[in-house]
């Protein structure tokens, strides 16, 4: 700790002790704690504690306190946790914490959560270093050969599990789940064969209390060594799985799935309990009996329809865990193998139909599921998203047809709203990328065909939506599927015969920016696939393109809204990476005008763009950098680069070095912190050639110095005028561009962070520093 | 309550509520009309010459007045109108009309003009005006058009008569009493311009009517929920049509379908009545024609009344929703429809004829009535562009079903797109209403009882609410389940001061009152008796008005009960013996076996019942009568 900081600590505890002083808000108290973590992590910090005696001090005064203020006793728990998990920090806090454990037990309910999770954490922290010492080895379970410390702790645990009141189950619950999550030494085995019987007799009660922190506290068991060698816990896993309720236990099935080493009789039954709502939604759907389900345990229990017509919330509540849980489960690698991908196709098209209403349900459950489900948005949206997951696997054709069915029933309801609309689009685009293609040629298959035919007038209708979000979510699925599918010769007649592409055309000037800045992105892929026709017509082909560039760059010159803008730029570069035809028609002149109007605008991120236009531009000049992909291999060029001279000057032609140098200035730093590597990357590339000249005495120099200085110091007005390629190249030797990147890399805040501004700024709200005093009169 | 229309829409209820007959709405139900052919505006060859309809045996007699077309067959007449029910119930004892909204009044000639009324009707000053203007619509469109035969009793004269003198207008939140013995209070409902549910109430009882409510925001003033609590009876009817589309859902539908059209040069057609819903349609077009790119398009509103309808619903500032007011002490016209007039893109015209053909440019969007495509300028439009697959027809009134309402113009080239907008209560705004309000009783048309014959699974598409709904159907007659049976009645203030109340529990009182109980007007009063005339030592002849009824001296009243065991008790202490107890099914009977005597003690009666011995009876009495307090 730096003696400044040390200077300032002792009036600081002092504020902190003193219940008249305010203090100032949490997030100060945090930072503090944050710094005094990375203080103690950086080394022993019994040294600290001895030079700072008011640490102690504090600690013991705020323990002692009648009525401590919530947050300081929260900050001081948690500073006394710090400490102590070093050991001989603990035996010098010791003296005075020891006494305070019964302290501690009873702020394990006080009504501020941080002071009672803190006081939890402190818990763990002194029993995990009372056992450290002489408890190395297997400790008996019995306790008898453990440090009365810990004893006292262990026993007030289970006093808490026996008891009838739920918070206080709750709390040692909670101590245990954070012991095994932390503590993996050998002692906690004997911990968990002392404390599991208690936690079995959880389970008998009914209804089970504090299942939630129950659940959390097996999982933790199950993760440490603990579990991989206790059979007895997968019993109790078992039970637990089958006494809670399906809400209750969907967290701890899907827990258990993620498990790498757990028995397979156990994964079973844990990936029936997640099953079991889609197994009911599918009995409910089912006109007669369908084709096989899903596997055995999951056949749609009682308990489970139970739910389902206990109320709206519950229902709604256990579909969506059910369908949020299985998404997750699908992407993880130890998901249950053999994946039941039909059942839940099904499972999630019946949903989505009873969310729409046209699902037909014949038995009495059916009917209910209809009437509660019916307009839900909150699980329309989860199974979109499941559906869209499941898009990831294959299905039966009459599935999928099934499928692409109701996502088009989606996309066409007026009734669906904004947000599933959009879900609706995204989970469209997936299962359309993955579907197969016919195995005859690389074009799309007869079914998708089919489907385009379907989804592009309904995709022509929402960009006419007077809904924006429906406008832009379209637009949205268009860039996407133009993206992939853009070579692609069925959809390419499919879109050209549409009128989407002029639609998308006249959503350019679209009232709402975020659809303008949509459209932006949507007609730039087009046109990249040659699919964008301007709306002036057939009659003049070649003039087009010509046409869209100046549309788009008339946005980004005049729109007063920065997401149009911003599209743009990423566009103007997505052309340029790609060699866009009517781009490299005119280079040049391309990147001449673009950065023109990027130099001007007052959004960073346009600007910041620009450097990444500009970037590109060089390394199509210069070749690619080679710090950034070291391993490629170097394919043979068919030209060979242009001579250093001749980029030199087209780079003065482009007017990129005025751009970059005035971005080098720029008061936003990501910019200047761009235009610097630009520059690096430049000067990098230029010097080994070396310039046979030495241009340090020209004149051109010295102007252009003199204009960077006045940037530097703010006037930008001024232009740096026509540049010679050699000027540039000597500025750029003479700058420390590698200082200004140093410099630039430290965030702009880094004198206001230290933790002697945060102490200074601490102290400064209750007027302590001195100098403030001279002010008081 | 009498059902006089089986539409749940259009309703026409009479309620006999205390003493007075109250007609609740008088909807005309004209689905009838689909039977028939449309009346075209100029002379149209094709349906001139459509061949006439004969029976399987080839038997033509109907065939002047039966056509077919497009494989139906439809009358050839003046249309006709499915009327309330007028036998039910004599017409003339009805007292009052009282109507919640502009569409459901259209049946109020008919029973104004025909049945021997003689009542008032009530309802807002905006619905008089805007019910009178759809009614001309009506009429206008139908008079114009020369047919031989004629099944209507719509005359001009009659909806004249009907709306002017007869009429009284209530401000919204005001009551107005009924021959003393009820008030009805209109209430706003949201759902239209001066569209109000009703409360009908004497002192103890409360019937709400609710009837087209709407919860949205639209142009109306909103829907006032809370005065519907407390009531006893709440009757509900005008919900919405079509439950499962969502209006703001149709309305994007009908934007984007309109641009779609225009965009490829077509034309669209909104089949639509001249008030309601095109004022919100009107609304959402001014925001989006020009991010739509549409601005160079000519909207025109073309009915007999356009252009009354749309400056009458700028003039009624009071009756919109709050924004909408807020504009007028701008001053600003609450509705932009007046700025798309101003600026010349909206245009209305009383009909096809006249200027509307020298300004009329395609492609264009037209709002013309009648929504039933059978008559009115919209039938010109139809056979117009019809034949094209570029032009669109927009149905957004949800009265007729737009399959129907085609099925004369089949086989039709041009797009019919159905984007109902109903913005009447659906049933998950109805059981949050119901939940609300908390109605003893809820009465509703049977159709709100039962989901949808054509959704039979959409269980959620019906009033569910406790205790189950009571049901109606057209022509039947409803008790109304009233639990509390009490009067109001006031006690003159000399009368009060004579009382002297004894507290017989804490908080309880009683007081005896000898009064005369006078009625007049369905108002109770008590007034003091007239004092017995004075002993005068019968100087003075008695004058007759002085001959009243005796005033016998009042026995005490008794109040109390006895508990069994301490008067048997009581009974030993005074000497009785061989006392038995009897329970039965409302008390007890005390058995004297030795005095051979019988004490039947009940709720509400002792009886002492003796062999003829008064001396026993009295004692036994007055035992008795220790255990009751008398005042």
């Given amino acids: ?777 | 309550q009498y059902c006089l229309s089986g539409h749940p829409t259009l309703p026409c209820n009479v309620l006999k509520f205390k003493s007075t007959t109250i007609m609740l709405d008088c909807g005309l139900d004209m689905t009838s009309t689909l039977n028939f052919l449309p009346l075209p505006l100029v002379q149209n060859p094709r349906l001139s010459n459509l061949p006439g309809w004969s029976l399987k045996d080839g038997n033509a007699f109907l065939d002047k007045e039966l056509k077919e077309c497009s494989g139906h067959v439809f009358v050839d007449s003046v249309p006709e109108f499915c009327l309330p029910e007028t036998e039910l119930i004599d017409l003339s004892t009805v007292d009052v009309i009282l109507i919640s909204n502009y569409h459901c009044m259209m049946a109020l000639p008919y029973i104004t003009e025909h049945t021997g009324f003689t009542g008032t009707v009530y309802a807002t000053e905006p619905t008089v005006q805007i019910g009178r203007l759809l009614m001309e619509e009506l009429v206008n469109f139908i008079e114009r058009v020369p047919k031989a035969q004629s099944a209507s009793l719509w005359k001009n004269k009659d909806t004249q008569r009907v709306i002017d003198p007869g009429s009284s207008m209530e401000d919204d939140g005001s009551a107005e009493e009924l021959f003393g013995a009820v008030q009805v209070t209109p209430l706003s409902s949201g759902y239209a311009l001066g569209s109000s549910n009703w409360i009908i109430q004497s002192h103890y009882e409360k019937v709400s009517y609710v009837s087209g409510s709407s919860l949205l925001t639209t142009h109306p003033q909103p829907m006032d929920q809370a005065s519907l609590k407390n009531s006893d009876v709440l009757i509900l009817t005008g919900l919405t049509q079509i439950p499962t589309a969502n209006p703001d859902g149709m309305v994007g539908e009908f934007c984007s379908n309109l641009a779609l059209t225009v965009r490829n040069g077509g034309n669209v057609l909104v089949p639509c009545y001249p008030s309601g819903v095109i004022y919100d349609l009107l609304e959402c077009l001014y925001q989006y024609i020009d991010s739509a790119g549409l601005s160079s398009i000519p909207f025109y509103f073309i009915s007999p009344v356009a252009n009354s309808s749309l400056e009458f619903s700028q003039i009624f500032a009071e009756w919109l929703c709050h924004n909408k007011q807020t504009k007028v002490y701008l001053p600003e016209p609450p509705f932009p429809h007046a700025e798309l007039i101003q600026t010349n893109k909206l245009k209305h015209y009383p009909s096809i004829h006249g200027d509307f053909s020298n300004d009329f440019r395609q492609p264009c969007v037209v709002f013309t009535g009648h929504p039933s495509l059978r008559f009115g300028d919209v039938v010109h439009f139809m056979e117009l562009w019809g034949k094209s697959s570029l032009n669109t027809v927009i149905f957004t009134e949800p009265d007729f079903s737009y399959l129907e309402a085609l099925a004369p113009y089949q086989p039709l080239a041009m797009k019919c797109i159905y984007c109902p907008i109903d913005t009447r209560l659906n049933f998950i705004q109805v059981s949050k209403l119901l939940k609300e309000v908390q109605p003893l009783h809820v009465v509703c048309p049977e159709q709100y009882t039962q989901p949808p014959p054509a959704q039979s699974h959409r269980v959620d598409l019906m009033i569910d609410c406790q205790p189950p709904a009571m049901s109606y159907r057209r022509a039947e007659v409803l008790a109304l389940p009233f639990r509390r049976r009490y009067e109001k009645i006031e006690i003159m203030p000399e009368l009060a001061d004579s009382l002297v109340p004894m507290e017989i529990k804490p908080g309880i009182s009683l007081a005896t009152v000898s009064a005369v109980l006078h009625t007049k007007d369905n108002k109770h009063v008590l007034q003091p008796p007239p004092r017995p005339a004075q002993p005068t030592g019968g100087k003075k002849r008695k004058r007759p008005s002085d001959d009243i009824p005796d005033c016998k001296v009042l026995k005490p009243l008794l109040s109390g009960s006895i508990p069994v065991e301490q008067f048997v008790q009581t009974l030993e202490k005074h000497g009785f013996s061989d006392i038995k107890v009897e329970d039965t099914a409302k008390g007890h009977i005390v058995l004297l076996q030795e005095a051979e005597t019988l004490i039947q003690i009940e709720e509400d009666s002792t009886h002492i019942i003796c062999d003829n011995d008064e001396v026993l009876r009295v004692r036994l009495r007055d035992l008795v009568l220790k255990f009751l307090q008398k005042f």
């Fill in chain 1, 1 to 777: 700790m730096d003696p400044e900081c040390s200077r300032l600590l002792p009036a600081l505890c002092a504020v902190l002790v003193d219940p008249r002083q305010p203090v100032a808000d949490d997030t100060c108290l945090e930072k503090l704690l944050d710094w005094f973590k990375t203080v103690t992590e950086a080394g022993p910090s019994l040294l600290l504690l001895q030079e700072n005696p008011c640490l102690v001090e504090l600690l013991f005064r705020v323990l002692k306190a009648h009525d401590p203020r919530p947050r300081v006793l929260s900050f001081s728990l948690r500073l006394a946790g710090l400490f102590a998990a070093q050991e001989d920090c603990f035996q010098y806090l010791q003296v005075s914490l020891s006494r305070a454990v019964d302290t501690i037990f009873s702020l394990q309910g006080d009504s501020s959560l941080f002071v009672a999770s803190a006081a939890g954490q402190l818990l763990v922290h002194i029993l995990a270093l009372a056992m450290r010492g002489p408890a190395e080895g297997h400790p008996s379970p019995q306790g008898c050969d453990w440090p009365a410390c810990a004893q006292k702790i262990v026993c007030h645990v289970e006093d808490s599990l026996r008891s009838t009141a739920t918070p206080q189950v709750t709390q040692a619950l909670n101590v245990l789940t954070t012991t095994f999550g932390h503590c993996h030494s050998p002692w906690t085995q004997g911990l968990w064969v002392r404390l599991s019987p208690l936690v079995a007799c959880l389970l008998e009660k009914d209804p089970i209390p504090a299942s939630h922190s129950l659940v959390d506290l097996l999982l933790s068991v199950a993760r440490s060594p603990v579990g991989s060698s206790d059979c007895g816990l997968w019993e109790t896993l078992a039970q637990t799985l089958s006494h809670l309720s399906p809400t209750q236990a969907g967290p701890l099935a899907l827990g258990i799935l993620k498990l790498q080493d757990c028995p397979q009789a156990l994964k079973t039954q844990a990936f029936g309990v997640l099953l079991q709502p889609l197994a009911c939604v599918l009995k409910a759907a089912a006109q007669a009996p369908g084709p096989p389900g899903f596997p055995e345990g999951a056949t749609g229990d009682s308990i489970t329809v139970d739910t389902f017509l206990s109320s709206k919330s519950a229902c709604v509540g256990l579909l969506c865990q059910a369908l949020a849980h299985l998404e997750l489960l699908q992407l993880l690698p130890q998901r249950p193998s053999p994946w039941p991908q039909a059942p839940l196709l099904r499972a999630a098209v019946a949903i989505l139909r009873f969310c729409h209403g046209s699902a037909a349900p014949t038995s009495d459950v059916g009917g209910h599921l209809c009437a509660v489900l019916a307009g839900c948005v909150r699980v329309q949206r989860a199974a979109l998203d499941f559906l869209g997951t499941l898009s990831q696997g294959t299905g039966p054709q009459e599935l999928v047809t099934q499928v692409f069915a109701v996502l088009l029933e989606y996309l066409t309801s007026p009734d669906s709203s904004p947000m599933v609309l959009k879900k609706a689009f995204q989970a469209t685009l997936r299962w359309l990328l993955g579907s197969p293609k016919a195995p005859s040629c690389c074009d799309l298959d007869p079914h998708t065909q089919l489907f385009l035919g379907e989804l592009l007038p309904v995709l022509r209708k929402r960009l006419c939506s007077p809904c924006w979000e429906a406008r832009d979510s379209g637009l949205e699925f268009l860039t996407q599927v133009t993206r992939h599918w853009g070579g692609q010769a069925a959809f390419r007649h499919a879109l050209l015969a549409s009128e989407v592409p002029e639609l998308t055309g006249q959503l350019l000037r679209d009232p709402e920016s975020y659809v303008r800045a949509s459209a932006v992105t949507a007609t730039g892929q087009l046109s990249s696939w040659g699919l964008y026709a301007t709306p002036t017509g057939p009659e003049h082909p070649e003039v087009q393109q010509e046409s869209l560039f100046t549309e788009l760059l008339h946005i980004l010159s005049t729109d007063s809204e920065g997401f149009p803008r911003r599209a743009v730029m990423h566009v103007f570069t997505q052309w340029l990476k790609d060699g866009h035809a009517d781009v490299a028609e005119d280079l040049e002149q391309f990147v001449a005008r673009v950065l023109q109007a990027a130099s001007q605008d007052l959004d960073w991120e346009v600007r910041a763009q620009g450097l990444e236009l500009a970037l590109v531009f060089l390394e199509q000049l210069l070749g690619q950098p080679g710090s950034r992909c070291p391993y490629a291999v170097a394919l043979p060029e068919a030209a060979p680069p242009a001579t250093l001279a001749q980029v030199l000057q087209a780079l003065c032609r482009v007017q990129l070095f005025e751009f970059a140098l005035r971005a080098l200035f720029d008061c936003d730093r990501p910019v200047a912190q761009k235009s610097c590597d630009l520059l690096l990357f430049l000067k990098a590339k230029a010097t080994p050639c070396g310039g046979p000249q030495e241009a340090g005495a020209s004149p051109d120099v010295v102007s252009v110095e003199a204009a960077l200085q006045r940037w530097q110091a703010g006037e930008q007005g001024q232009p740096l005028g026509e540049l010679e390629p050699e000027a540039v190249m000597a500025v750029l030797r003479s700058m420390d561009l590698e200082g200004l990147r140093g410099m630039l890399a430290k965030s702009s805040d880094h004198m206001e962070k230290s933790p002697q501004s945060l102490l200074q700024d601490m102290l400064a709200t209750v007027g302590v520093l001195g100098e403030n005093e001279a002010d008081c009169y």
